[in-house]
């Protein structure tokens, strides 16, 4: 049974770094069948896909072009995790923030507990 | 991106109704449709995905249809447990995109 386990803070400033992790049991961050999503939702979004991180004999990222020049999303092969990471924060990026996984081009069937991170000095 | 539009937003039923939310898609995305739960505080749920393939542990009273740009998600039998809100999702090219959300409330 895949578990993902998400952890970061609650509260960022603006203009500063959001950084989330999910923590994987069940599954390797580094298969060759699975990606590794970040998905957030906001009343004024809805559900927005904004990036994977995914291995096939190479580490691969896709990111969405709404957030392509502030995120980075990076894999910690050492303690199966991976993480998100978005600079420049404005109040728009609050949201709740999930990981997930999806598995060979499969729609997203685990998913993290979710974060729910304010941007708010 | 491809838009996914749902309709209606919301509406009202009661246990043991049959009932049925629709998704188009802008533009054709074969069967790569995925239909999600959500319950208040909690992460989406995988109900369908392929347009019609229940998931692992799904009851039986959902099920899926459509292909191209027009899909729909139907509930046999709506119980207590299955008042939530639903999105149906594309994967059939990036960016994966969610429709709004359907609201099914308790009548």
């Known amino acids: 049974q895949v578990q993902l386990q998400q952890s970061g803070p609650g509260l960022v400033k603006p203009s500063q770094t959001l950084s989330l992790t999910c923590a994987i049991s069940?599954?390797?961050?580094?298969?060759?069948?699975?990606?590794w999503n970040w998905i957030r939702q906001s009343p004024s979004r809805g559900l927005e896909w904004l990036g994977r991180?995914?291995?096939?004999?190479?580490?691969?990222?896709d990111y969405a072009v709404s957030v392509e020049s502030r995120i980075t999303i990076d894999p910690d092969t050492s303690k199966n995790q991976f993480s998100l990471h978005l600079k420049s924060v404005t109040p728009e990026d609050t949201a709740v923030y999930y990981c997930?996984?999806?598995?060979?081009?499969?729609?997203?069937?685990?998913w993290g507990q979710g974060t729910l991170v304010t941007v708010s000095s | 991106a491809i838009r996914m539009t749902q309709s209606p937003s919301s509406f009202s039923a009661s246990t043991g109704d049959r009932v049925t939310i629709t998704c188009r898609a802008s533009q054709g995305i074969s069967s790569y449709l995925a239909w999600y739960q959500q319950k208040p505080g909690k992460a989406p749920k995988l109900l369908i995905y392929?347009?019609?393939t229940l998931q692992s542990g799904v009851p039986s009273r959902f099920s899926g249809s459509g292909s191209g740009t027009d899909f729909s998600l139907t509930i046999s039998c709506l119980q207590s447990e299955d008042f939530a809100t639903y999105y149906c999702q594309q994967y059939y090219n990036y960016p994966w995109t969610f429709g709004q959300g359907t609201k099914v409330e308790i009548k």
């Open positions: 997930a996984r999806d598995s060979s081009g499969w729609p997203q069937d685990y």
């Open positions: 392929a347009a019609s």
């Open positions: 069940g599954d390797s961050v580094s298969s060759n069948n699975a990606a």
């Open positions: 991180t995914y291995y096939r004999s190479k580490w691969y990222n």
